[in-house]
Nanobody, 121 residues
Framework: QVQVVESGGALVQPGGSLRLSCIAS????????MGWYRQAPGKQRELVAK???????DFAESVKGRFAISRDNAKNTIYLQMNSLKSEDTAVYYC???????????????WGQGTQVTVSS
């Protein structure tokens, strides 16, 4: 059983910062790409940032220069540091992880339940 749990969401004022955490637990033999996605009310889920097992990152254009993603492979954990937050960043933030429980099994993907980020004055 593999689970992904996000935490760190909160109400924050515009210009403020938040740090989200995503912890994957279970019988994980190898973790691959992990990423953060977000979904605002009435909108489609979109990629915020992702990071490979070797630290290569990719960001949505809307968050470049403001957000940073990092990874702790030993703990199967990723973080999303969000700075200079805007009202447009308000959304539920979800963590996604690609993994294997055994080396010769197909790579699987799982999602966390999400954590709410609200940016408002």
């Amino acid at each position: 059983q593999v689970q992904v749990v996000e935490s760190g969401g909160a109400l924050v004022q515009p210009g403020g910062s938040l740090r989200l955490s995503c912890i994957a637990s279970g019988n994980i033999v190898r973790m691959y790409v992990m990423g953060w996605y977000r979904q605002a009310p009435g909108k489609q889920r979109e990629l915020v940032a992702k990071i490979t097992s070797t630290g290569i990152t990719d960001f949505a254009e809307s968050v470049k220069g403001r957000f940073a993603i990092s990874r702790d492979n030993a703990k199967n954990t990723i973080y999303l540091q969000m700075n200079s937050l805007k009202s447009e960043d308000t959304a539920v933030y979800y963590c996604n992880a690609d993994f294997q429980t055994y080396p010769q099994e197909p790579i699987r993907s799982t999602w966390g339940q999400g954590t709410q980020v609200t940016v408002s004055s």
